[in-house]
């Protein structure tokens, strides 16, 4: 029995393996790779592309990588110096315009500095003793060398020109051209003319900033002795040689350049003393508040005859006084300006002493201001004379 169960495992086995080995293989199973770490790192790593170079003038950040994107500056800004005006006339210490809203924009390095162009007229009348020849009436009649009363008008144009060598320095001429007339109220005298040309005056001025509403204004101005005319003698001396030969056409231009002077309030007779050498250091300031812009100025103008026929060999002048404007609208500014003059030496033909008025205006428009205003006298000798005159003025920065 043993030997049959034996036996008939034996056969069971044999025909099983028989059967495995006729049957088809079985397909593999597909087994999901595993992800390689180093792999990944190597595909990580492949550098992009290379980015276009950045435009010139442009920076990267700190530690970026070339595909940083490039920054680009802002650009440089330019210190510019306002534009500073003090009250007055376009001497080289009043340039044109007063406040920082008038200021021009900012310039690159290589544009030119600007130049200051700038006009004033003044037309007035003032009572003058003027030495005439009499020539309508006989000499038997009336001494030829005669001291007459006289109206005398004159219309005076300065026209100025200036340069910024530096945002803080401006170097600058003026050149006075007068036309007037004589009018002589006793008889037998006809109504005479004259034109001169006035002094040149060289100058300059230098700004500093004291803070951002106020400005410090120094300067200087050299008067040539370039005009005609001649003073006349005293009253003394006309009386004791009353037919003698003298240069009346030079007295007439002396006098109407002295009613030029006049109509200016006397605040540049630099530039209307003829034969006179002439130096005016002045000082001057802007200050804004608001609206409001105040323009004091204070001069003292010495002045030297080179020709010897002047009657007072030095003039010595302190000269004061300024304006305050409102700002009423974008282009308009309603200003009331005072003037004060006080001789500091003697002098025979001529009385500084006075105080006048100016009110009026200012037009801004863009890189031109405009004045307009009336001098009136109310103290001194310009009001002794009746003086009168009216200004109208231009400046502009190109």
Same mark, same amino acid.
């Given at each position: 029995?043993?030997?049959?169960?034996?036996?008939?495992?034996?056969?069971?086995?044999?025909?099983?393996?028989?059967?495995?080995?006729?049957?088809?293989?079985?397909?593999?199973?597909?087994?999901?790779?595993?992800?390689?770490?180093?792999?990944?790192?190597?595909?990580?790593?492949?550098?992009?592309?290379?980015?276009?170079?950045?435009?010139?003038?442009?920076?990267?950040?700190?530690?970026?990588?070339?595909?940083?994107?490039?920054?680009?500056?802002?650009?440089?800004?330019?210190?510019?110096?306002?534009?500073?005006?003090?009250?007055?006339?376009?001497?080289?210490?009043?340039?044109?315009?007063?406040?920082?809203?008038?200021?021009?924009?900012?310039?690159?390095?290589?544009?030119?500095?600007?130049?200051?162009?700038?006009?004033?007229?003044?037309?007035?009348?003032?009572?003058?003793?003027?030495?005439?020849?009499?020539?309508?009436?006989?000499?038997?009649?009336?001494?030829?060398?005669?001291?007459?009363?006289?109206?005398?008008?004159?219309?005076?144009?300065?026209?100025?020109?200036?340069?910024?060598?530096?945002?803080?320095?401006?170097?600058?001429?003026?050149?006075?051209?007068?036309?007037?007339?004589?009018?002589?109220?006793?008889?037998?005298?006809?109504?005479?003319?004259?034109?001169?040309?006035?002094?040149?005056?060289?100058?300059?001025?230098?700004?500093?900033?004291?803070?951002?509403?106020?400005? %410090?204004?120094?300067?200087?101005? =050299?008067?040539?002795? $370039? +005009?005609?005319? #001649? &003073?006349?003698? @005293?009253? !003394?001396? *006309?009386?004791?040689?009353?037919?003698?030969?003298?240069?009346?056409?030079?007295?007439?231009?002396?006098?109407?350049?002295?009613?030029?002077?006049?109509?200016?309030?006397?605040?540049?007779?630099?530039?209307?003393?003829?034969?006179?050498?002439?130096?005016?250091?002045?000082?001057?300031?802007?200050?804004?508040?608001?609206?409001?812009?105040?323009?004091? %100025?204070?001069?003292?103008?010495? =002045?030297?005859?080179? $020709? +010897?026929?002047? #009657? &007072?060999?030095? @003039?010595? !002048?302190? *000269?004061?006084?300024?304006?305050?404007?409102?700002?009423?609208?974008?282009?308009?500014?309603?200003?009331?300006?005072?003037?004060?003059?006080?001789?500091?030496?003697?002098?025979?033909?001529?009385?500084?002493?006075?105080?006048?008025?100016?009110?009026?205006?200012?037009?801004?428009?863009?890189?031109?201001?405009?004045?307009?205003?009336?001098?009136?006298?109310?103290?001194?000798?310009?009001?002794?004379?009746?003086?009168?005159?009216?200004?109208?003025?231009?400046?502009?920065?190109?």
């Amino acid at each position: 029995m043993k030997k049959r169960a034996r036996l008939l495992m034996v056969m069971a086995l044999a025909l099983g393996a028989g059967t495995a080995a006729a049957a088809p293989p079985a397909p593999p199973r597909k087994v999901a790779a595993k992800p390689d770490p180093r792999k990944d790192a190597r595909k990580k790593s492949t550098p992009a592309p290379p980015l276009p170079p950045p435009p010139p003038g442009t920076i990267s950040p700190p530690g970026a990588g070339p595909s940083a994107s490039p920054v680009v500056p802002p650009p440089p800004v330019t210190a510019t110096a306002p534009r500073v005006e003090v009250a007055g006339t376009s001497s080289p210490l009043a340039s044109p315009t007063a406040d920082r809203a008038d200021a021009p924009a900012p310039r690159s390095s290589a544009e030119p500095e600007p130049w200051h162009v700038s006009i004033d007229a003044f037309h007035g009348g003032s009572n003058l003793q003027v030495l005439s020849d009499n020539e309508l009436s006989g000499r038997e009649q009336r001494p030829t060398n005669t001291l007459d009363d006289a109206r005398v008008s004159a219309t005076s144009f300065v026209l100025g020109g200036a340069y910024d060598v530096s945002p803080a320095l401006t170097l600058g001429v003026r050149v006075p051209v007068v036309t007037g007339s004589i009018v002589t109220r006793g008889e037998g005298i006809q109504e005479r003319s004259a034109r001169v040309i006035g002094n040149v005056g060289l100058g300059g001025r230098t700004t500093y900033a004291l803070s951002r509403d106020a400005d %410090l204004v120094l300067g200087a101005e =050299l008067s040539v002795p $370039t +005009g005609g005319g #001649q &003073d006349q003698p @005293l009253e !003394e001396d *006309v009386r004791a040689d009353p037919r003698a030969d003298r240069p009346f056409r030079a007295f007439y231009k002396y006098a109407v350049a002295r009613a030029a002077d006049r109509a200016t309030a006397s605040r540049d007779t630099g530039l209307f003393e003829m034969g006179r050498v002439g130096l005016s250091p002045a000082a001057g300031a802007v200050v804004r508040a608001g609206r409001i812009t105040a323009r004091p %100025l204070a001069k003292l103008e010495g =002045l030297v005859d080179v $020709t +010897g026929e002047a #009657q &007072d060999r030095f @003039l010595v !002048e302190l *000269v004061g006084g300024g304006g305050v404007g409102y700002r009423a609208h974008a282009l308009l500014e309603p200003e009331v300006a005072a003037w004060g003059n006080v001789a500091l030496t003697s002098q025979k033909t001529r009385e500084a002493n006075g105080v006048t008025l100016e009110p009026g205006a200012r037009l801004h428009l863009g890189p031109v201001t405009g004045l307009v205003s009336v001098l009136v006298p109310v103290v001194g000798q310009l009001a002794d004379a009746r003086t009168l005159a009216f200004h109208a003025g231009a400046r502009g920065q190109f």
